[in-house]
T-cell receptor
């Protein structure tokens, strides 16, 4: 266990559904990240939060909406997704943005039908 | 542009033997960090080993060691006495530049066979 938890672990949704992914870290870190992991591609950084403020949005489509109510929790709200959004979504945290090591959650396997 | 290349999509090794995973990278920065992360089939990515570019000595963590060749921009991972639990995807990553984003390789899938 890395101290970062994610729920749900698996999610199947239709293109018209609205769902949310949740991430929680118990490490006292100030920075949190969302990554998308697809087969045959490098990990794609989606969003970075530092002290609840978004510091990076890597040109992510608006159908992905992040929310960071506090330094320990991070959400990814999903709506009107496309089948190509099916992937493993990983949450990570670190003491500060750009800090050397990131701690990852187990991921949410998302399938969009 | 910063890049990380892992040229071995898949590798296998017999239990108790030694295997080396390769990684090359490119950056114009002088100060940077390199990492090997492991992602077992259960999917939780964990840090295996870290190397600071300014340190000449190769990092070592128990059975895991790196061969860091700064001039050649090479950062290979050696796993000694391979164990079944070492079966995983291994990712090489670079942390450099002002924004300090992690740049990832495509990964190497390692299978340790009994």
């Amino acid at each position: 266990e890395t101290g970062v938890t994610q729920t749900p672990r698996h999610l199947v949704m239709g293109m018209t559904n609205k769902k949310s992914l949740k991430c929680e870290q118990h490490l006292g870190h100030n920075a949190m990240y969302w990554y998308k992991q697809s087969a045959k591609k490098p990990l794609e950084l989606m969003f970075v939060y530092n002290f609840k403020e978004q510091t990076e949005n890597n040109s992510v489509p608006s159908r992905f909406s992040p929310e960071c109510p506090n330094s320990s929790h991070l959400f990814l709200h999903l709506h009107t997704l496309q089948p190509e959004d099916s992937a493993l979504y990983l949450c990570a945290s670190s003491p500060a943005p750009g800090a050397n090591e990131q701690f990852f959650g187990p991921g949410t396997r998302l399938t969009v039908l | 542009a910063q890049t990380v290349t892992q040229s071995q999509p898949e590798m296998s090794v017999q239990e108790a033997e030694t295997v080396t995973l390769s990684c090359t990278y490119d950056t114009s920065e002088n100060n940077y960090y390199l990492f090997w992360y492991k992602q077992p089939p259960s999917r939780q990515m964990i840090l295996v080993i870290r190397q600071e570019a300014y340190k000449q000595q190769n990092a070592t963590e128990n059975r895991f060691s790196v061969n860091f060749q700064k001039a050649a921009k090479s950062f290979s991972l050696k796993i000694s006495d391979s164990q079944l639990g070492d079966t995983a995807m291994y990712f090489c990553a670079l942390n450099a530049g002002n924004n300090r984003k992690l740049i990832w390789g495509l990964g190497t899938s390692l299978a340790v066979n009994p």
